[in-house]
């Protein structure tokens, strides 16, 4: 199988929350580490989320620095990375920001239970991938985008689609900022959601590539092992 690097990004609190059990968006990390992220986000060729993230957050997942900006249109390359929403039922707003803001490729991955009028009016901004009968099927967008010369794609979230991701052998590496606060809530979003892992030879297993302090946290950088 032929498909993107992929690279999970992300901060959590110190008790493993990415945000509250509301789904509100928390500032966990501070100024360095928002340059560590935009700076890995102007290196990759796309920036994934999945639906939730975009209901919950709207975000643009733009790059944000301006030098940043000019290196990557130096090679020719679109100021910013492509935007993928992975979106079974074709729910991503019309007006959200991911479809608007900054150049560049905008892709929604869908399947084919959605809704054939959401899916032409989403295509009509946005490139759209169909694979899956009732979700998206990530082995298969995974070879869509590397036949669209997507080989390098950043993951920020939500908890479900990593987990998704960790369950295919999707996950290349994992990267996360642990910051100093604890939102607590048994129902608050965490790293990896979704069904779980049950035996213990299922568990996805990480080697710990680097560990540096960082604003008021830590930033822990992870490999995962291939079985």
Request: aromatic share 4%; proline share 5%; charged share 25%.
């Amino acid at each position: 199988m032929q498909r993107p690097y992929v690279i999970v990004n992300l901060a959590m609190s110190a008790d493993g929350k990415i945000s509250t059990r509301e789904r509100r968006q928390v500032k966990i990390s501070g100024p360095c580490d928002f340059s560590r992220v935009d700076t890995l986000k102007a290196g990759c060729d796309a920036v994934m989320v999945g639906i939730g993230t975009v209901l919950a957050d709207d975000p643009s997942l733009t790059v944000k620095s301006p030098e940043l900006i000019a290196e990557r249109e130096r090679r020719g390359l679109p100021g910013h990375p492509a935007r993928i929403v992975v979106d079974s039922m074709a729910r991503t707003p019309l007006s959200a920001a991911i479809l608007h803001r900054g150049e560049g490729r905008r892709i929604v991955a869908c399947c084919r239970k959605a809704d054939p009028e959401r899916r032409q009016a989403l295509g009509e901004i946005a490139e759209i991938i169909v694979a899956g009968e009732e979700a998206v099927d990530l082995p298969a967008l995974m070879e869509a985008l590397f036949r669209k010369r997507i080989a390098r794609v950043m993951v920020e979230g939500g908890g479900t689609l990593i987990g998704a991701l960790f369950s295919a052998g999707l996950v290349d590496e994992y990267i996360t900022f642990i910051g100093n606060m604890v939102i607590g809530g048994k129902s608050a979003p965490s790293p990896a959601d979704g069904e779980g892992f049950i035996r213990e030879d299922e568990f996805p297993r990480l080697s710990l590539f680097s560990v540096e302090r960082m604003d008021q946290g830590v930033l822990l950088h992870w490999m995962v092992e291939r079985k």
